[in-house]
């Protein structure tokens, strides 16, 4: 039995059709919002609000440590799950996820290749008992940097992740859902195949349906 659920997916850039007050009206079906990263949670939380949806979200290397606001300081959107390490189950929907990018300066939420394989494998134990549990390890890998050579940058600071890219190949989710790389022309790629998981760069927002097939379980799993 397969399920479907309209989903939104932000990253990098904040969007005048979303951060206004009809984006309610102009959004009024979806079930699960993806943030990407490299949007201020202020921004994040409005969106949230607006669409009356569950909210899932990894930083970008840009993301603050804090973000300072006039009423509240963030450590994250208020109100979203943090999917940075972890595995969640959510109604029946398999998702996992990865923080940040390749380092290429001092700061927060970066990472080099050899940590990024080291933050990978740790996850795999909460794969596998996906793979026991439901016959299939993820449905959904939600990542602000790319895996390396699928949507990525010629420069070190928007090269993906080698692990991504292992992980993509290993467990064969159907979406990976990412951001970091800039979109600024039409010739470049948004939507790319890679090993059977449909690769999509969410820069600004994109809406779309995603299939998955149904499970009982609607607990969270793994770490989260």
Not at 104 to 117: T, V
Request: aromatic letters at 12%.
């Amino acid at each position: 039995m397969t399920a479907t659920l309209n989903v939104l997916t932000i990253s990098d850039r904040e969007s005048d059709y979303l951060y206004h007050a009809d984006a309610g009206i102009r959004f009024p079906d979806i079930d699960l919002i993806l943030s990407c990263g490299d949007l201020s949670y202020q921004y994040i939380e409005f969106v949230q609000d607006a669409l009356r949806a569950p909210l899932y979200y990894v930083r970008g290397n840009h993301a603050p440590t804090v973000e300072y606001g006039e009423t509240t300081d963030r450590r994250g959107p208020l109100g979203g799950c943090d999917l940075h390490r972890k595995c969640v189950n959510f109604h029946g929907l398999l998702m996992a996820g990865f923080e940040g990018s390749l380092r290429y300066r001092n700061g927060p939420f970066q990472y080099s290749q050899a940590e990024m394989w080291g933050i990978v494998i740790e996850m795999l134990p909460a794969l596998l008992l996906n793979r026991v549990r439901h016959g299939r390890y993820l449905d959904v890998l939600v990542s602000h940097a790319p895996s390396w050579g699928v949507n990525d940058g010629q420069d070190k600071a928007h090269q993906g992740f080698k692990a991504l890219r292992w992980l993509l190949k290993a467990v064969r989710p159907r979406y990976h859902f990412h951001g970091h790389t800039h979109i600024l022309g039409s010739s470049q790629s948004v939507v790319t195949s890679y090993e059977g998981t449909q690769v999509i760069n969410t820069y600004g927002y994109r809406r779309g349906t995603i299939e998955y097939p149904r499970v009982k379980s609607k607990r969270p799993l793994g770490n989260e």
